[in-house]
């Protein structure tokens, strides 16, 4: 989708700003202190005391429901941004019920300065919250409309959470007062990206400098203190990919398959409940844009959605070192387009959205405990690599950022496999390569071999290539299904697929392909949105530039093969990264992009993930896996 434009008109706005009601009555504001985006004529203001007169009446007509505090009263210490401000946090949950046992939800709304969508639904999601439950306990918190969302009364919910909504970017809001000259800043008023602050795996940006700021350090401490949690980084956008005024993206981490299956499911059902919410809301999307066919909500990785991927992000941290299911959102048009300029229908939009993402961390909090996964991929097998690579190895550069203590780790892809075979009907059984050279690959159906099969063992020892290429032709040629991921392609050659040259070894700036029919059974269950397959940076690879390998085919070469291409790489039709052939009784699969070594070229400090397989990229192997 192009840029959407809009014909702002600027608004004649008196200093007191929007109408936040703290004092009753409150007609004004429709009976609410928060008021609704059809009777508010600015963003809620910051420095003119109006938002935190506004959450403190909230506390005040609600105790039971909402609580205020600061970070620092939370720390017991000074804890105020770079600018000298106080950073508050709204909780929310039924204080008369027992605290022992209730799910954490933590919401991060707006931590960019322009982007004030995650606040203003923020504070009027709060409130509603707290109204229903006083007013309506029985009024239901559903996370979606698809078939195995639930619902659950908001009395009863509110029992078994403890939502925690924080602004953690107090400076950059206040510059849009009105006051200050009603220009909202991205950073703080160190002028720095609080999204790019984080510890996060893998590629460390030192000149990010992270956790140099104080807002981040604080948030960090917070975070820790009130895992496991639920958790959510809320954002704004100026154009979107995938045609949506709410775009939902997972995070970048390290997910055995339980911990996918819960981050699908959030991600589908936070789209469905946002559509849910706009339809009940009377928003319509192609009226407040102008933009025909756009869809309410659409879920992908970051990289699918914003186009890059990058080191410190707070929801990559939230999961990787808080251990969170967590979701990033970005919303259409809350950026530095229109910046300070009140928008009443698309802050009406941007309110429905945040209510229904919020909603949705609030009952998958609570849902997420019965989720189960139980793959039945057969008998299957994969090839034992026994590198590791450890912090014994260094971090990449001379030395940390001032203040960070870098992380131990050690490091391998066989996690992966370890971790799926915990899911698995059937053992996962593991193989060396001296094994597969003596034919133990019978009663195996499929046998997966992930990058270099000649690997020297830790010993040096090297195991004759002859009878192994043997067996694996023997394998196939009697039915079996052989999955080729990343640098294994490099065998095809010596199976007699394709020509020594036909193989190549490419980088670029994501592990990603790019589909070209999602009618294939690899394909199936595979979102549209998909075309990342590994995040690279929790494997330590900068982004910096294109350094994220992949092994590709030539396309003239595998359809002349009589093989089937999938996908291709880089928008590079003429190199196939995803695709099928048949040999004899048995089928090859190959996926030049899934399961990379990590890498400790660059700088990183915070250590290695293992893998950082991406929900499509799983989803692809299981079905490799079990394809016949």
């Known amino acids: 989708m192009g840029l959407v434009v ?115 639904g923020g504070v009027r999601y709060a409130e509603d919250l707290a109204r229903w439950a006083t007013d309506d306990p029985t009024h239901e918190l559903r996370n979606g409309t698809d078939p195995d969302s639930i619902g659950i009364p908001v009395g009863e919910a509110l029992k078994k959470v403890h939502i925690y909504l ?18 909202f800043v991205r950073g703080n008023a160190n002028g720095v990206d609080l999204n790019r602050q984080f510890p996060t795996k893998g590629w460390t940006q030192v000149a990010y400098d992270p956790l140099s700021q104080p807002e981040a350090q604080h948030w960090n401490e917070l975070a820790h203190q009130i895992a496991p949690v639920t958790a959510g980084d809320l954002h704004g956008e100026l154009t979107s990919a995938n045609n949506a005024y709410a ?15 819960k981050e699908e499911r959030m991600a589908r059902h936070m789209a469905s409940n946002v559509a849910r919410y706009f339809e009940e ?15 309410p909500a659409e879920y992908a990785t970051a990289y699918d959605i914003i186009g890059y991927d990058d080191s410190g992000f707070m929801g990559d941290f939230l999961t990787e070192q808080v251990g969170a299911i967590e979701m990033d959102v970005e919303h259409l048009l809350s950026h530095m387009v229109p910046n300070s300029e009140w928008v009443a229908p698309h802050e009406d939009a941007h309110i429905a959205a945040v209510r229904a993402e919020i909603e949705t961390y609030v009952v998958e909090a609570i849902a997420l405990e019965t989720v189960r996964v139980r793959l039945d991929l057969g008998r299957a097998g994969y090839l034992f690599d026994p590198k590791i690579v450890t912090s014994r190895d260094g971090y990449g550069g001379p030395k940390p950022p001032q203040g960070v203590r870098p992380a131990p780790y050690r490091a391998s892809r066989m996690r992966f496999f370890r971790d799926l075979g915990r899911f698995t009907v059937d053992p996962l059984r593991p193989v060396t390569l001296a094994r597969v050279a003596s034919g133990s690959l019978r009663g195996l159906d499929s046998f997966v071999i992930a990058g270099n099969p000649f690997r020297r063992g830790p010993d040096g020892s090297a195991v004759a290539r002859g009878p192994v290429i043997r067996a694996l032709k023997r394998f196939v040629s009697r039915g079996g299904n052989l999955v080729l991921t990343d640098g294994a392609l490099k065998l095809l050659p010596r199976l007699g697929v394709i020509d020594r040259g036909d193989v190549a070894r490419t ?56 093989s089937k291409p999938i996908a291709h790489v880089n928008d590079d039709e003429a190199r196939i990264g995803l695709g099928r052939v048949e040999m004899g009784k048995g089928t090859i699969g190959i996926f030049g992009a899934l399961l990379p070594d990590p890498t400790e070229r660059f700088d990183h400090f915070f250590g290695l993930a293992d893998y950082a397989v991406t929900v499509a990229g799983a989803q692809i192997l299981n079905n490799m896996i079990s394809f016949n």
């Open 507 to 562: 980088v670029h700036n994501a592990g990603h392909i790019d589909i070209e029919t999602f009618e294939d059974p690899y394909l199936d269950g595979v979102h549209t949105t998909a075309s990342q397959t590994y995040y690279e940076v929790p494997l330590g690879y900068s982004v910096a530039g294109d350094f994220a390998p992949h092994f590709t085919v030539s396309r003239a070469a595998w359809e002349g093969a009589g």
């Open 247 to 261: 775009d939902i993206m997972y995070p970048a981490g390290q997910w055995n398959p339980l911990e996918l299956a």
């Open 6 to 120: 809009l014909l702002l008109t600027a608004l004649a706005v008196p200093s007191g700003a929007a109408p936040v009601c703290s004092d009753i009555p409150r007609e004004v504001c429709g009976g609410r202190v928060f008021a609704e985006a059809e009777t508010t004529v600015s963003f809620v203001q910051h420095d003119t005391g109006e938002f935190e007169a506004g959450i403190k009446a909230l506390a005040e007509e609600f105790p039971r429901y909402i609580r205020i505090r600061t970070f620092s009263e939370m720390l017991g210490e000074p804890a105020l941004s770079a600018g000298g401000r106080e950073i508050w946090m709204m909780e929310i949950s039924d204080f008369r019920a027992p605290e022992l046992g209730k799910k954490a939800v933590a919401v991060s709304l707006s931590v960019h300065g322009p982007e004030r969508a995650g606040l203003e």
């Open 166 to 183: 924080t602004n953690m970017n107090p400076d950059g809001w206040a510059e849009g007062d009105f006051i200050n000259g009603g220009v």
């Open 281 to 295: 809301a009377g928003v319509e999307i192609g009226a407040v844009t102008g933009v025909a066919g756009m869809k």
